[in-house]
């Protein structure tokens, strides 16, 4: 079934590790994608598995470059890198370019989310998400006994 | 120089240096890193200077830098690793507490520093010290040393003037500065540049070069501010 045009987003993702990657192939199958990184190696993930997007080989720490990538017109853009500070970081200086722009940044240490609260980023916590899954699943079981 | 109580975050031979550097002349030093490293760098000093402390502890813990003691006369804050994005984070997270501490952070890259800025956080960005430094050795052969040689004795203030200021909408020949002291440049809020004479006026967001000697500093600012 062919989407409705309207339909489709443009989404850029600050980080192609395992999580941006796998965020690339998931959503250029209906949408379309930049995906950006410092690490041309890094793009090696999407390769051979009908990625349909482009890739973007950027120093991340540099905003300026990153202004360039025209992150304004995007719909979404998901910062996923490993660094918490960095995506903090990327996330103010994005919002100072376009305020109302949609944004979600990736925490790694559940400690850090305090930071991205406070300065009104939405995030969101892998680790936490997967404890909370995995308990989730334990009081299910235990509960089915 | 009464003493102050200067925290400095982050930083490996540049924390060392500063820190001996504050401390010799009579402050206090409080240095935290999340390094151990870092520390043990540092902690050659506690030999000689009582008034520091080490703390190891995470600078971007939310909890702690709220509880931060800003009791006392604080000289300043200074952020100095050598990730742009550490120091932002600590410096947006002073700043959510701590409105009228004057914070100064180290920015590795020029291109975020305004971010900085918009946070009202005093840069150094020794890139573009230095992008300056070659470009005068390369435009004037004369200029080769940029900073000032003689910083023991020798201030060289920038102060901006704002209306209601003692010195705005004056004549230069109309001010009494202090002696020892001479306004060098005048920075229009335009961007022009000029040596200024006696009939030059100073006018509102007038940025002014003055070199005076140490003793003097005080006195100048009293006297233009």
Redesign the interface.
Known sequence: MFRNKKNIKYIVIIGCGRLGSELALKFSKTHNVVVIDKNEESFYRLSNRNFTGFTHTIDTTDIEALKKMKLDKADLVYIVTPDDNLNFMLAYGIKMMKYDIKLIARVNDPVKKGIFNKAGVTLFCPIENSVNDLVEDFERIEGND | MSRKLFYIFEGKNLAFSLAKKLLLLGNEVFYISNDEENIKILDGLKAYHKSLELINNDP???NWIKNLDMSKKVGAVIVISE????N??IT??LR?FYEDVRIMALVN?P??E??FK?INVSTLTPISWMEKLIEASLNYEDITDFFNPYVDKLSILELTINKGDKSCDKKLKDIKLPKNTIIGVQVKSDGSIFVPQGNSEIKDEDKLIIFALKEEVQATKEALK
């Open positions: 971007t813990d939310i990730d742009d994005a550490l932002f984070v947006w997270l959510q890259f291109e975020n305004f971010m918009s």
